[in-house]
């Protein structure tokens, strides 16, 4: 992403601070400890406070997961959502697939902590596989990849899927929601959808020239 | 009962939020020894914020929690439910009740949308013949208002529009580049749209550091750019030596002795579950509308066998809330726009404030419009509903591009307006239930009339036009009359008001013109209690102005000896 348009400076014309998307983790750190410390007149206690946290928050992003267990999903569960989130988000030039980004990981804690998930996720897991042993006399991780495309056909544009499949079109629109939003809420999918903000900007210029030019707007 | 210390202080305030950190604020300044007890727990947003928090820095991805049902990185503990402290409805009542509890109250949770009533708002009645008026005019809270965007700071433009006071502005910050559209599409339709009004620095301001434009208000500001109660009210006023600050402290009732004068407040500290008692020459109320209405009628004794302040029956009464409705739709114009940044400040830059004559319209009053859109924070429930997009669904690599396309395409429009008192909307004692503290709790009664039902209609068709002007489809049908046309529960825009309502006449009203107890010299109220109406404007402001005229009453009359 070009930047031209999103520098911001600071306020006394010395420095830069960059806020597209190529911004890398220490110059956030950086941008976040050193401008309140730099340009902003507050109390030095309040700045070390505000410091302090943001650099404790953006350490805990770097720490690395290990091997990771599942805690709602059993094994067999686990493999086929595996399959199927990345059916729903794959890899492609701009980004990896659901898997890469942690969507499983993602969707494993949120049905542990919010049992509202629990019933339609398993229930959906158990439809789909109903459909594969039904038309392929396999469960879904077992079929080919043009077997599993010709299952999701039918299920994943609702004004066209037929009324029969109407439980797994619903369970197939709250998947595809949850998985891109765990997807697009993971650091790749941050990067991969153009968002930019969560910054100091140390100015607030209004939306660059692109942007308004895009809507055919402009400032007057 | 049992007590830390037999310190006997000048004034005690129940709650720390937009009314009680002025109280505070302003009393201590004058000198008095003062004591504030809040229901929750301590909060720093130096150090408590998660401000510029990634969503994936936390497993949730930003997901509500209970205590915080807007989210886990909002600053606001509370919600809609709290562990043993319920609240009933009555059959058929619709009503939700969001509470704080923690230092600053509320002002960890609003908008910052800022707004004075207007000349009209304190004298509708003299207009349309409903409701009431307040005792007092715009003409006398002008210079409260005045001092309140002084202290605290608000940004703004100079309009000159009749009932939408101008105030002392900050500049405001140019609109992103969905609101020049929306602002366009207002113009065509005839709509007035203006920069927004919102208490947030686009300058320091006393100390405090300007904006830095993250757009992430709600999660408190480390570098306190904005308004809550605590950054700027609470811990200037702690700085005076003057102010004692009781945190978990419950309270259950204002004390009286045998002339019915206040002594103080009974409380429950909520760590070792012991009650407990401060006393003081004043006692404020300021723990929220409804709160405080609860507060005093539990204050029973023989001289006020109804509770206390409430010898015209009128405690509880005449609540309202603002009413609302949203609208939201695809604009197809915003597809594949160019990646920027537009978090600007924590609110929209934009705002429609009420436009039209009522003479034309079956309604009475008005209602502002809230603009939301843009490409936000990716968190938990991003872009949910990919399906109702044009392309109606899929999967794979076409479907990862269409989210790229439609990221940041939807525009939508909340209604905020201006409900009529009526008898039928208050609260009350449950006769039964009790709260975890063996505090009597309330009973809501709710119940909108065709006014606010009229008015949510010509919501949805002004929402409905404008995203249409814009080329833009909205995905749902308008809702029908029997669903009120999709207005919102009572209560749940958090703008609830009244019910210690202020008045010339003791037989229809709870305090006075100084939000000072008709039937007890010594109490006052400070929230949105003491509120007539409530105008389509969010209360804080007014809140905040009308608390300290309130106290520099109160200052006067103990320098009067008259307290």
């Not at chain 2, 043993?84 to 230092?103: C, H, I, Q, S």
């Not at chain 2, 939201?328 to 726009?337: R, V």
């Not at chain 2, 004559?357 to 990919?386: A, C, Q, T």
């Amino acid at each position: 992403m070009k930047t031209e348009d999103g520098r911001s400076k600071m306020k006394d014309g010395r420095s830069k601070m960059k806020d597209g998307s190529d911004l890398s983790r220490r110059d956030m750190l950086k941008a976040a400890i050193v401008a309140p410390l730099a340009f902003i007149p507050f109390a030095d206690a309040d700045a070390a406070h505000a410091a302090h946290h943001a650099m404790a928050a953006l350490q805990g992003q770097a720490a690395g997961a290990p091997a990771y267990a599942p805690k709602f999903f059993h094994a067999d569960e686990w493999k086929q959502l595996r399959v199927l989130v990345n059916l729903i988000i794959p890899k492609d030039e701009r980004s990896g697939s659901a898997t890469d980004a942690g969507v499983p990981e993602f969707m494993d804690f949120i049905c542990t902590e919010y049992p509202g998930y629990q019933t339609w996720v398993r229930d959906g897991l158990r439809w789909l596989d109903g459909l594969a042993y039904d038309t392929y006399h396999k469960n879904f991780t077992n079929c080919s990849d043009a077997e599993r495309r010709a299952m999701l056909d039918q299920i994943a544009w609702p004004a066209k899927a037929k009324p029969e499949m109407r439980a797994g079109v619903q369970f197939f629109n709250s998947m595809r929601d949850f998985t891109a939003s765990g997807f697009f809420s993971s650091e790749m999918g941050v990067k991969d959808i153009g968002y930019i903000g969560n910054t100091w900007l140390m100015e607030w210029k209004g939306c660059p020239k692109p942007a308004l030019d895009h809507l055919g707007v402009r400032y007057t | 009962m049992q007590s830390p210390k037999r310190l006997m202080y000048d004034v005690a305030i129940v709650g720390s939020g937009a009314g009680g950190g002025m109280v505070a604020h302003v009393l201590t300044k004058a000198g008095a020894n003062v004591v504030m007890l809040e229901a929750g727990g301590p909060w720093d947003n130096a150090k408590d914020s998660a401000m510029l928090k990634w969503p994936y820095q936390s497993p949730r991805r930003g997901a509500s929690t209970k205590e915080r049902p807007f989210g886990e990185f909002d600053a606001c503990i509370g919600g809609w439910e709290l562990d043993g402290e319920p609240y009933t409805k009555a059959e058929g009542t619709k009503f939700d009740w969001w509470r704080a509890r923690m230092l600053g109250g509320r002002t960890n949770h609003w908008g910052r949308i800022s707004l004075r009533f207007g000349p009209d708002d304190f004298k509708a009645k003299g207009r349309d013949g409903l409701g009431d008026d307040w005792p007092i005019s715009y003409d006398d809270m002008a210079p409260y208002y005045d001092k309140v965007d002084r202290l605290i700071g608000v940004f703004g433009s100079k309009e000159g529009l009749r009932n939408h006071p101008d105030g002392d502005f900050l500049p405001p910050p140019r609109p992103r580049c969905h609101e020049l559209l929306v602002k366009d599409a207002s113009d065509k339709l005839g709509v007035t749209c203006i920069p927004s009004r919102l208490s947030i620095l686009t300058k320091p301001l006393h100390g405090r550091a300007a904006c830095h434009y993250c757009g992430q208000c709600n999660r408190g500001c480390m570098v306190n750019a904005n308004f809550t109660s605590p950054n700027v009210l609470i811990f200037p006023a702690m700085k005076t030596g003057k102010l004692t600050i009781l945190t978990n402290a419950m309270a259950r009732e204002v004390t009286t002795n045998a002339q019915g004068v206040a002594t103080g407040v009974s409380y429950v500290d909520k760590h070792s579950g012991q009650d407990r008692h401060v006393q003081a020459r004043i006692v404020v109320l300021a723990a929220s509308a409804c709160e405080s209405a609860r507060i005093l009628l539990n204050s029973k004794s023989s001289v006020h066998p109804n509770g206390l302040a409430n010898s015209s029956g009128v405690v509880g009464k005449y609540i309202t809330d603002t009413t609302g409705t949203s609208v939201g739709g695809f604009i197809p114009k915003m597809m594949d726009q160019p990646a920027h940044n537009c978090d600007g400040v924590g609110g929209l830059h934009v705002y429609m404030p009420w436009w039209i004559d009522n003479k034309k319209l079956d309604f009475p009053r008005g209602y502002h419009i809230e603009v939301w859109g843009g490409r936000g924070v990716p968190s938990s429930g991003f872009m949910g509903g990919i399906h109702r997009y044009p392309k109606g669904g899929g999967y794979g690599k076409e479907l990862k591009a269409d989210y790229r396309h439609y990221y940041g395409t939807s525009i939508g429009f909340d209604g905020r307006g201006e409900m009529i008192p009526n008898e039928k909307s208050y609260c009350e004692i449950d006769p039964e239930k009790k709260d975890r503290y063996g505090i009597p709790v309330l009973r809501f009664h709710w119940e909108w009339s065709d006014h606010e039902i009229n008015q949510v209609k010509h919501m949805q068709e002004t929402f409905r036009a404008l995203i249409a002007q814009m080329g833009g489809t909205v995905n749902n049908q308008m809702p029908s009359k029997e669903r009120g046309y999709g207005i919102s529960n009572g209560g749940s825009i958090i703008h609830e008001v009244g019910g210690v309502r202020m008045g010339d006449d003791s037989d229809s009203s709870a305090l006075n013109a100084n939000c000072q107890a008709h039937a007890c010299k010594n109490l006052f109220v400070a929230d949105g209690g003491p509120f007539v109406g409530q105008a389509d404007k969010n209360p804080t402001w007014t809140i905040l102005a009308l608390a300290w005229r309130t106290s520099e009453g109160i200052a006067r009359m103990m320098k009067e000896g008259a307290l």
